[in-house]
Nanobody, 125 residues
Framework: QVQLVESGGGLVQAGASLRLSCAAS????????MGWFRQAPGKEREFVGG????????ALADLVKGRFTISRDYAKNTVFLLMNSLKPEDTAVYYC??????????????????WGQGTQVTVSS
């Protein structure tokens, strides 16, 4: 089993930056890729980006390309989502997720078996 814990969310003004962290523990050797998703009130969960556990592949949704980046700290089994130039429409609960099977980063939430509890990001205008 794998446990995922997100941190780093908060309330910021538009244009600010935040870095979210997702710490993985347990059977991390079973993880193939890690994804970030977000869900705003009244909306479906959407893909933000992801990274292979090796760190060699990354993917970002078009909505956040150029503003967000994903990286990984191998020693700490932690994946980061650096969010720059935040906009009010980025307000959501952000979740990290782990996938045991996919060779490439999947944009589909159903591909991920492990989920964190989520961290709230609120961007004020």
């Amino acid at each position: 089993q794998v446990q995922l814990v997100e941190s780093g969310g908060g309330l910021v003004q538009a244009g600010a930056s935040l870095r979210l962290s997702c710490a993985a523990s347990g059977r991390t050797s079973s993880i193939a890729t890690m994804g970030w998703f977000r869900q705003a009130p009244g909306k479906e969960r959407e893909f933000v980006g992801g990274i292979s556990w090796s760190g060699r592949r990354t993917a970002l949704a078009d909505l956040v390309k150029g503003r967000f980046t994903i990286s990984r700290d191998y020693a700490k089994n932690t994946v980061f989502l650096l969010m720059n130039s935040l906009k009010p429409e980025d307000t959501a609960v952000y979740y990290c997720a782990g996938d045991r099977h996919s060779a490439d980063v999947s944009p589909h939430s159903y591909a991920y078996e492990y989920w964190g509890q989520g961290t709230q990001v609120t961007v004020s205008s």
